[in-house]
């Protein structure tokens, strides 16, 4: 199994990013697909996760109304926009799979390698 997250960068405060995931060597079409991020110092945490079909998403309270998680199974990508990022968004942020629905990293089995977003002020 390959996840190979992407699109990082550097942007301003208020600004947007997408990120993308591109899933290889599982059934994409039915796995749970989630972001976590990691900010320097700190414990990685969950931030959005998507359900097999795209029709149940949960986000964590602090992205909620600036990010969107959405998938396209054809392409076997997950996608995360970010918009409204504040200097606290600033982070590596990683992929993952899960088989189920969950918030919890322990429940996930498959990491990409993660893609760093800075956000500045």
């Known amino acids: 199994v390959q996840l190979q997250a992407s699109g990082g960068g550097l942007v301003q405060a208020g600004g947007s990013l997408r990120l993308s995931c591109a899933a290889s060597?599982?059934?994409?079409?039915?796995?749970?697909m989630g972001w976590f991020r990691q900010a320097p110092g700190k414990e990685r945490e969950f931030v959005a996760r998507?359900?097999?079909?795209?029709?149940?998403?949960y986000y964590a309270g602090s992205v909620k109304g600036r990010f969107t998680i959405s998938r396209d199974n054809a392409k076997r990508t997950v996608y995360l926009q970010m918009s409204s990022l504040r200097p606290g968004d600033t982070a590596v942020y990683y992929c993952?799979?899960?088989?189920?629905?969950?918030?919890?990293?322990?429940?996930?089995?498959?990491w990409g390698q993660g893609t760093l977003v800075t956000v500045s002020s």
């Open positions: 998507i359900s097999w079909s795209g029709g149940s998403t």
């Open positions: 993952a799979t899960s088989p189920s629905p969950s918030r919890s990293l322990g429940a996930y089995d498959y």
């Open positions: 060597g599982l059934t994409f079409s039915i796995s749970t």
